[in-house]
């Protein structure tokens, strides 16, 4: 196992990689993460100047981990995000046009050999969703592209998708509730290549707290396993369910992480051998960054596997992995530590599932 910096600038604030994806052709892996700039807001908030732009990032390695170069998309007008309507990141780019989104009108080929797609939201609550794509592993993105609310108060959509066919997509979202507030998960699907998109399942029911940020895997042609970010008072967990109909209807399962500290949410994988990885990081001391790995997907885990517990203070995690051919899983997250100072920075934890 071995430890490694993706992105680090002093003065500077790297985060969420959940939020934005992680992609793989074989030993070439990107990963998307936001820029802004560092300020103490205290030991409950994230450290971003929300006064200050907020960038969406790319990091790519050809190595498959071990090295990584920073693409800035913004530079060619792409990617550039919409400020939250919530205040929790950074502001806009000041004199960069936020394009305005349209709709497909091509059909996306989903299974494209090069294919990537990204999907972001403008508030955590009841906001409006957009994705883009890219046919050359992200070096150039088509969009954005503005998705439906689903006939729900607005959408938080973070990048989660399951590719079925060339033109039949799974979305795996999270909604505002009945009331307006954060959230509740769901799934949507298209079949015409994303020229529409149709609201499929709630997973889950609505919950008191929250249910957000939604990981999914195939498990066969009629199973499908999501893992979700749960909170309801003081309780903060990670949560499962199982489709056995292509989504139609979910059942909870046993709950693979029964304490995330002050919550986090999963990156579920889907191994070469059959297995399904959680991967995860926990808001507790020790601040740590963690795996699960279970058998018979989903329905028993095994133990904590601890990737790094070195933490500096809880506002780390918002994994991402993905397997190399070799075996090796290469997990990516935002996390803080005494070596290198305040700032939050993007590394990447290379391991294998059997030496663990």
């Keep these: 196992m071995s430890h490694h910096m993706v992105y680090y600038e002093q003065g500077r604030f790297g985060g969420w990689p959940a939020n934005h994806g992680m992609w793989s052709w074989g030993d070439e892996i990107l990963v998307g993460f936001s820029r802004g700039f560092y300020k103490d807001l ?102 954005p592209f503005l998705l439906p609310s689903f006939d729900t108060r607005g959408t938080a959509a973070r990048t989660n998708y399951i590719v079925d066919g060339p033109s ?24 015409d290549g994303g020229r529409s998109w149709e609201f499929l399942s709630w997973i889950g029911e609505e919950p008191e707290g929250f249910s957000i940020m939604p990981s999914a895997v195939r498990l066969s042609d ?47 994988l889907s191994l070469q051998d059959g297995r399904v990885c959680l991967t995860y990081g926990v808001r507790a001391e020790p601040f740590r960054i963690c795996a699960k790995i279970s058998r018979d997907g989903g329905q028993t885990w095994g133990p904590e596997l601890v990737l790094r517990d070195d933490g500096g203070c809880r506002d780390i995690g918002y994994v991402r992995s993905a397997q190399r051919r070799d075996g090796t899983i290469v997990t990516a997250y935002y996390f803080q530590d005494e070596a290198t100072g305040p700032e939050r920075y993007i590394a990447a934890t290379l391991w294998h599932p059997d030496s663990r």
């Design 42 to 143: 205290g030991p409950n908030i994230h450290h971003i100047d929300r006064e200050k732009p907020e960038e969406h990032l790319l990091a790519r390695s050809l190595d498959g981990g071990e090295t990584w170069s920073i693409e800035e998309p913004s530079r060619k007008g792409q990617l550039i995000p919409k400020g939250a309507g919530d205040g929790l990141h950074g502001r806009e780019l000041p004199g960069v046009l936020v394009p305005e989104a349209g709709e497909v009108q091509e059909p996306i080929d989903f299974t494209h050999p090069d294919f990537a797609m990204t999907l972001r939201m403008t508030s955590v609550h009841a906001g409006e969703s957009r994705m883009h794509y890219s046919y050359d592993r992200g070096k150039n993105w088509r969009g």
């Design 168 to 191: 039949d997509c799974l979305l795996f979202l999270t909604a505002a509730k009945s009331n307006g507030k954060e959230g509740r998960p769901f799934c949507a699907f298209t079949e």
């Design 222 to 268: 009629r199973a499908l396993l999501a893992a979700v970010r749960r909170r309801e008072k003081e309780r903060r967990w990670i949560g499962a369910f199982l489709s056995e109909d292509n989504g139609k209807t979910w059942r909870p399962l046993e709950d693979p992480v029964e304490d995330a500290g002050e919550g986090n949410p999963p990156c579920l």
